[in-house]
């Protein structure tokens, strides 16, 4: 295989587009927002691969792109966001699969109802595992927002889904 930097990028987008996807998906709450948040990222990481040093920059680079689109995105618009509907419980009450599957959709809805910056700080410094000051300079803003912003995502998370705390402390 050619080592090109077009069948390097071909290769990143092809092998790392699901995880990007979760990402996206997080700090949305939305499949197609998070798929929109993603091509975006790609294309400005398309455009600017030439000036990457290194083909493994490109998932810096993109994940960058989609924190700062992200930004913007609540920055510009204020739209209202929420969960379209009930979900179908299609899984076994009782079994493992069922309460992981809850878990997820708890997380899900809760997510869905924070701030698009609330869920941003979120997504990166525990899903991300970034710390206070890479989440500030991600989202460009203060350290102390971003610790404000997640103290109170984690509060609203507490109030909304209280079975995610329990889940947790059964875990640990």
Same mark, same amino acid.
């Given at each position: 295989?050619?080592?090109?930097?077009?069948?390097?990028?071909?290769?990143?987008?092809?092998?790392?587009?699901?995880?990007?996807?979760?990402? #996206?998906?997080?700090?949305?709450?939305?499949?197609?927002?998070?798929?929109?948040?993603?091509?975006?990222?790609?294309?400005?990481?398309?455009?600017?691969?030439?000036?990457?040093?290194?083909?493994?920059?490109?998932?810096?680079?993109?994940?960058?792109?989609?924190?700062?689109?992200?930004?913007?995105?609540?920055?510009?618009?204020?739209?209202?966001?929420?969960?379209?509907?009930?979900?179908?419980?299609?899984?076994?009450?009782?079994?493992?699969? #069922?309460?992981?599957?809850?878990?997820?959709?708890?997380?899900?809805?809760?997510?869905?109802?924070?701030?698009?910056?609330?869920?941003?700080?979120?997504?990166?410094?525990?899903?991300?595992?970034?710390?206070? #000051?890479?989440?500030?300079?991600?989202?460009?803003?203060?350290?102390?927002?971003?610790?404000?912003?997640?103290?109170?995502?984690?509060?609203?998370?507490?109030?909304?889904?209280?079975?995610?705390?329990? #889940?947790?402390?059964?875990?640990?």
């Amino acid at each position: 295989m050619s080592n090109s930097t077009d069948d390097l990028f071909c290769d990143f987008v092809r092998t790392r587009s699901p995880a990007l996807l979760r990402t #996206a998906f997080l700090l949305t709450g939305d499949r197609h927002l998070a798929e929109d948040l993603v091509q975006d990222a790609l294309a400005r990481t398309h455009r600017g691969r030439h000036r990457l040093n290194d083909p493994g920059h490109f998932e810096a680079y993109t994940r960058t792109a989609m924190y700062h689109q992200h930004v913007s995105w609540w920055r510009g618009r204020r739209v209202a966001e929420s969960m379209p509907g009930e979900l179908v419980d299609v899984v076994q009450p009782g079994s493992d699969h #069922a309460r992981r599957t809850d878990l997820k959709l708890a997380l899900h809805e809760a997510l869905a109802q924070l701030t698009r910056r609330q869920r941003a700080v979120l997504v990166l410094r525990f899903f991300e595992d970034r710390s206070e #000051a890479e989440a500030a300079d991600l989202l460009r803003c203060s350290v102390g927002t971003v610790k404000s912003q997640t103290s109170k995502a984690l509060a609203r998370m507490r109030a909304l889904a209280p079975e995610l705390l329990s #889940a947790v402390m059964e875990e640990a």
